[in-house]
């Protein structure tokens, strides 16, 4: 799960973490983002096992999966390491290593990453979900990850779209998703540069008390899926029988 600061994915990936572990699949989160927003929303967890957490890529790399159990059924693990201490970036890892033995230890793992992560990751991964809104201010910035995909040679088809926070507008995730992303030129309009459209796009709505339930959570570390309302349960559970697959037992690397 990718995106622009502040557009969602660390919140995206704890939900669908929730879902999944609720449903019994077995399920572990990679924390690779430079903000590490997995490690703050879960400090009561993470202060404790500091022990495990400043050592946690060097340990993966090292073919040893130590992650943090975290939740509300304690079911769900994490892999993070201290924000700004010496394993805080990635980039010098065994990329390839990492992830086997993160994946060796559960059933799916969902990986936070940000634009800036190594390319090596999205390669290896089963599906990349790009995460925005309808603000086109962040259109540019994704549209520089879609660049980055396309001088990859990216599996277009791994790509899929979340459009976190939708609302009635003029502006439709339809239009961000099928206008605003496959078409790009600099200020000075002295390039264009086109994508491959993203065929499949999923929205979450916006809703005060949505957020309001998920501030709440991040005092206690445990999300409370329950409180949230009717059509956003509805949004996720259908991102989740995507991702984990209706039945829940849908194995892979997200």
């Not at 990679?30 to 340990?59: H, P």
């Not at 190594?118 to 995460?131: G, K, N, Q, S």
């Amino acid at each position: 799960v990718v995106g622009a600061p502040g557009i969602g994915t660390t919140f995206i990936i704890n939900i669908l973490g929730t879902i999944a572990s609720q449903r019994g699949v077995k399920t572990a989160m990679l924390d690779i983002t430079k903000n590490k927003g997995l490690y703050w929303f879960y400090s009561d967890d993470t202060y404790k096992r500091t022990d495990i957490v400043e050592n946690c890529f060097s340990s993966l790399g090292n073919g040893q999966a130590k992650p943090v159990s975290v939740g509300r059924n304690r079911n769900l693990d994490l892999y993070t390491t201290i924000p700004g201490g010496k394993e805080s970036s990635v980039i010098n890892y065994k990329h390839r290593q990492v992830l086997d033995t993160a994946k060796s230890n559960c059933q799916l793992l969902i990986i936070d990453c940000d634009f800036d992560t190594p390319l090596d990751y999205f390669d290896y991964a089963t599906e990349i979900y790009i995460v925005h809104d309808l603000n086109l201010l962040n259109v540019p910035k994704t549209q520089t990850f879609l660049k980055k995909m396309k001088s990859k040679n990216v599996n277009w088809s791994k790509l899929k779209m979340i459009i976190n926070n939708s609302v009635k507008s003029s502006i439709t995730a339809k239009k961000v998703v099928k206008n605003a992303l496959t078409y790009a030129s600099d200020p000075n309009m002295t390039y264009t540069e086109e994508y491959p459209e993203i065929k499949d796009y999923y929205e979450i709505p916006l809703d005060s008390a949505n957020y309001s339930n998920y501030i709440d959570s991040m005092e206690s570390g445990k999300i409370n899926f329950d409180r949230f309302t009717d059509n956003f349960k509805k949004a996720f559970n259908s991102i989740a029988d995507i991702v984990i697959g209706s039945d829940g037992k849908k194995k892979g690397l997200f």
